[in-house]
C-alpha cells in the first residue's frame, strides 16, 4: 500500500516506533510447576492453551515467579497489553498472537512487543499482527528464530487513535460473531450422529415402515421367509459339498454325507426386543448363503505392495459413513498368497464388518472388487438372495448391534471379535419386501444426514477465510468511516532525532515529510487477502 493509497488520517510506520520490542529469558528448572507467585512465566505452550480454547488474551500460565526470582535472571516484566508471539522454530508458523492481561515474564521462546498506548492501542497491534506471517522473518542458522531488528522494521499502517477504537469495536464484533458461528457449526457433526442412531432404531422397531405394513396386510411373513431361506441354505451347501467330494475323487455313494450339514442355531428371542407384527429374530449365520461360510481374511498377506497383485481390503479401507470401500489407497498381495485364502475372495455384494480394533465398521463390496480379497481382522458375509445387502448393514450399523459387538469382543492385544460370535449375532428380519422398502427409505434420509454434514463442514472451512478478510478490510480502512475531526496519525507520533534537532526549521514544513523519514527499509504486508 502506498502513501497515496493510505486513507485519509493513516501514516505509514515501522513497528519500532511505535512499540518496544522485547525478549524473553530461560526459565529456571528449579521454579518447574510453581503454581502461584507475582507473575506468570508464559511459554509457548501458555499461548497454545488460550488459543485452544478460544481466547486471544493471556491471564494465567503453568509456572509463576516471584520479584525476587527476577533478580538473577535481569527479568523484567512486560506490562499488561503486551503482544506475545513464539520466537523460535516450527512455532513461528502458528501464528499465535496473544494479549497479556497483566504484567508477566516470557521465557526466551517468546517474543512480546509493548505498545505505545499514546499512539496505538493494544487491541488494534494484536489484530494487525495477526494478519502478519512472521516465518519468513525467521533467521535459520539449526533453528529459525526471529530478531527484534527485523520486526522494528515491520511496515504497519496505522490509523488515528479514534478510528482504531472504531476498527478494533467492529472487528471484535464480528470475530464474536465468527466464533459463535463455528460454535453452532462444531455442534453439528454430534448432533447429526445422534441422528442418524435414531432413524436407525426406528427403522429396526418399524416405525419407517409402519403406514406401508398396515397399506400391505397380505405380504409374506418372516417366519415364513426365514423358512424358506433354511431350505434354500441346505440345498445350496449341499451342492456345494457334492462339488468338492467329486472334485476330490470321492464321488458319494449314499446320503450319510449330508448328515455333515449343520442348521443354524435357533435364535432365542425372549431376550430380544419385541418386534412389529410380521418380523421375527434370526441370526446372521441362518441368513448367510449355505455354500459359502462367514470367514475372515488374510492371515500373513506378505511384503507391502506387490505391483499387478490382489487387492487387499483393510479395516483402514472400511468408511465410517456410508458403505463403499474407499478403493483409492487398497494394498495389493501376491496371486499365490490370494489364491490360498479363495474362501474369503469377493465377488460383489458381500457385507464387511471390521472384527478387531476397531470393532463393527461395516462396508459392502461393491462388483469392482470383484477378485480383491480381505485381511484377517475383516470379516466376510455372503447373504441369501432374499435379503438385501444393505438390510444387514444398516442393522449392523444400529446402536443395538454396535453395543453387542463390542461386548461379544475380547480384549487380547486389541479388541477382537470372533467369526463364530458374529455369526451368532441376532438380526431382526421383515418380509422380503419390507425390507426393500426400509433400505430404500434409509438411504433416502442417510444421504440428507450426509449432505447436511458435508454443508457444515463446508461453512467450517469458510470461516477461516470469512476472519481473514474481515481483517483485510479493517486494515485497508474499509471497514469502519473514517471520521475527520480525528487527530491524523502523524500529529501523535514523536519526533525523529533529525526533527528534534532542526525542529525550529522544520515546523512549518508538512507533516508528510516526517512520514517519508519513518518509511519501513523493508515491508511485510497483510498475510491474508480477500
Sequence with gaps: MS??????????????????????????????????????????????AAIRSGRDVLSGAANYVDEQDLKPLRAKPMPSGTILFPKIGESIRLNYRVEASSPLVVDNNVMGVVPDTAVVLPRFLLHRL???DLYPLAVS???????????????????????????????????????RAKEALDAIPPLLETLRRSILAAAFRGELTAEWRAKHPDVEPADRLLARIRVERRRKWEEAELTRLRAKGAAPTDDRWKEKYREPEPMNAQALPELPEGWAW?????????DSSVCYGVVQPG????SGGVPLVRVCDLPDDGFRVERSDLRTISADIGAEYNRSRLAGGEVLVSVV???????????????????????????????PSEWLAFALKSSTLQRRLLLESREVARKTLNVGQLAGMPVPVASAEEMRVVCSVLSQRHATVAAL???????????????????????????????????????????TPAECNEACALELKTKSARVRTRRPRARIGLQHRE
Design 357 to 387: 480394533g476397531s470393532i463393527g465398521r461395516v462396508a459392502i463390496a461393491d462388483s469392482g472388487l470383484a477378485g480383491a480379497n480381505i485381511a484377517r481382522a475383516v470379516a466376510r458375509v455372503v447373504l441369501t438372495p432374499k435379503v
Design 141 to 179: 542458522t539449526t533453528v529459525p528464530s526471529l530478531r527484534k531488528s527485523d520486526l522494528a522494521e515491520l511496515s504497519i499502517e496505522l490509523p488515528p487513535l479514534g478510528e482504531q477504537r472504531r476498527i478494533v469495536a467492529r472487528v471484535e464484533d464480528l470475530l464474536a460473531r465468527s466464533r
Design 453 to 495: 454434514s458435508r454443508d457444515a463442514e463446508v461453512s467450517r472451512a469458510q470461516i477461516p477465510r470469512l476472519e481473514s478478510s474481515v481483517l483485510a478490510r479493517a486494515f485497508r480502512g474499509e471497514l469502519v468511516p473514517q471520521d475527520p475531526p480525528d487527530h491524523p496519525t502523524e500529529a501523535m507520533l514523536p519526533p
Design 130 to 132: 495477526r494478519t502478519v
Design 282 to 290: 434370526s441370526s446372521i449365520d441362518e441368513l448367510s448363503a449355505g
Design 303 to 306: 511384503e507391502d505392495d506387490v
Design 3 to 48: 502513501d497515496d493509497d493510505l486513507p485519509i488520517g493513516w501514516s505509514e510506520v515501522r513497528l519500532g516506533d511505535i512499540a518496544e520490542i522485547r525478549s524473553g529469558v530461560g526459565f529456571p528448572p528449579a521454579l518447574q510447576g510453581r503454581r502461584n507467585g507475582a507473575y506468570a512465566f508464559a511459554k509457548v505452550g501458555d499461548l497454545s
